[in-house]
């Protein structure tokens, strides 16, 4: 099993551009989730995914939309790059409610706004 | 919503002695506490959590206490080496959405 994977590992925007960041896991979770980790500080949640059909707003979602695209799929999108939008960008999943509640991390996108 | 505080923001031992991560966090309804270890430019990962119906856990070197009472939990290792050097991340659960609020993590340093 590969867990659960991004793309891409790396990017470099120009303000107001547009991107997509893809996330999957193979691991049968029904919820996803997106964090963003900016430097010295901790993870915060943009938005999640309880099941598949449903997206919700996390702590920061301003400037970011999502999709679940299927059970295995959640995507982020950035409509116009901001330079406060500069850091790196980790995908999570975790099991069926009721199961265990740990999330696996996907391996992370560090992004950067110029 | 939950808010989780997390102490100190770096910590550093000599190699064999202990290490003590403390966090508080606000909402009494939180249920789950996992603490997750992230080495430089890598994936935060799961080391160990606890439920809210247990007040210790233990796995080897590391262990960690949970006080409901007090809404703080903390995360022990002993017999620290080179290898625990990382920054750790505490985390809290409400039930409902399964969302994780985390602390601003503590970097461990542990001197040879």
């Known amino acids: 099993n590969a867990g659960v994977t991004q793309t891409p590992k790396f990017q470099v925007l120009k303000t107001g551009q547009s991107m997509t960041l893809q996330c999957a896991q193979d691991?049968?979770?029904?919820?996803m989730y997106w964090y963003r980790q900016d430097p010295g500080m901790g993870l915060r949640l943009i938005y999640y995914?309880?099941?598949?059909?449903?997206?919700d707003k996390g702590e920061v979602p301003n400037g970011y939309n999502v999709s679940r695209l299927n059970k295995r799929e959640f995507s982020l999108r950035l409509e116009s790059a901001a330079p406060s939008q500069t850091s790196v960008y980790f995908c999570?999943?975790?099991?069926?409610?009721?199961?265990?509640?740990?999330?696996?991390f996907g391996p992370g996108t560090r992004l950067t706004v110029l | 919503g939950e808010n989780v505080e997390q102490h100190p923001s770096t910590l550093s031992v000599q190699e064999g002695d202990s290490a003590v991560i403390k966090c508080t966090y606000s909402?009494?309804?939180?249920?789950?506490f996992p603490w997750y270890k992230q080495e430089l430019g890598k994936r935060p990962q799961l080391i160990i959590d606890?439920?809210?119906?247990?007040g210790e856990k233990k796995d080897q070197r590391i262990a960690v206490t949970l006080n409901k009472t007090a809404k703080h939990f903390s995360l022990h290792i002993t017999e620290t080496q080179p290898e625990d050097s990382a920054v750790y991340f505490c985390?809290?659960?409400?039930?409902?959405?399964?969302?994780?609020?985390f602390g601003g993590g503590t970097r461990l340093m542990v001197k040879p």
């Open positions: 999570a999943s975790s099991g069926p409610s009721g199961s265990s509640n740990e999330q696996f």
């Open positions: 691991m049968n979770h029904n919820s």
């Open positions: 995914s309880a099941s598949e059909g449903t997206t």
């Open positions: 909402d009494s309804a939180s249920n789950y």
């Open positions: 606890i439920r809210s119906n247990v």
């Open positions: 985390a809290a659960v409400l039930n409902a959405g399964n969302m994780l609020t």
